[in-house]
Nanobody, 115 residues
Framework: QVQLVESGGGLVQPGGSLRLSCTAS????????MGWYRQAPGKQRELVAT???????NYADSVKGRFTISRDNAKNTVYLQMNSLKPEDTDVYYC?????????WGQGTQVTVSS
């Protein structure tokens, strides 16, 4: 059974920082690409960042220079460090794993950026 569990969301003021974590179980984590996505109610789910099994990263233009995706294969965990947060970053953030052409998703963690 593949399971992804996100954590680290919360309430932060504009300009602040949060670090999201996603821990996988039931899979050989190190060989799969991972991603972070976000979605607000009534909106399309949006790609935030991806990282391959070899550590190559890709970011949405809206978060470049502010967010950093990384992975710790020994801990089966992918991270999203979010700095200089803006109110428009408020969303539910989801972790994704692609395995054999199929996408597995975590339950999501809420990030709220507000003064």
């Amino acid at each position: 059974q593949v399971q992804l569990v996100e954590s680290g969301g919360g309430l932060v003021q504009p300009g602040g920082s949060l670090r999201l974590s996603c821990t996988a179980s039931g899979v050989i984590f190190s060989i799969y690409a991972m991603g972070w996505y976000r979605q607000a109610p009534g909106k399309q789910r949006e790609l935030v960042a991806t990282i391959t099994s070899l550590g190559s990263t890709n970011y949405a233009d809206s978060v470049k220079g502010r967010f950093t995706i990384s992975r710790d294969n020994a801990k089966n965990t992918v991270y999203l460090q979010m700095n200089s947060l803006k109110p428009e970053d408020t969303d539910v953030y989801y972790c994704k794993m692609r395995l054999a052409g199929y996408d597995y998703w975590g339950q999501g963690t809420q990030v709220t950026v507000s003064s």
